[in-house]
């Protein structure tokens, strides 16, 4: 499973994050948590499970010190692989 994670500072909002995610040969994603500083912002299930996702989430307001995205995706048969990126 392969995980991209890129944010972007977005002076009217805050920031921007994206997420992209792609099975192995003999995956499939079958659901997807994301949390912004220890909170979660997103946790779905795919129906049906998917070779591919993503999605671009929106982060109102300035949130000085570190920041962090964990995304946490699981296959079909319940393996998890996760990423994390931070910024300050």
């Known amino acids: 499973m392969k995980i991209d994670l890129a944010h972007v500072k977005d002076p009217l909002i805050g920031w921007t994050i994206q997420v992209k995610a792609s099975a192995a040969k003999g995956e499939r994603i079958a659901a997807i948590l994301i949390a912004v500083n220890g909170f979660d912002v997103l946790d779905k299930k795919i129906d049906p499970p998917a070779d591919q ?23 079909e048969k319940g393996s998890e692989t996760s990423a994390v990126d931070s910024w300050s």
């Open 53 to 75: 996702w993503q999605t671009e989430l929106s982060q109102k307001g300035q949130f000085p010190g570190e920041n962090e995205v964990r995304t946490t995706v699981t296959d």
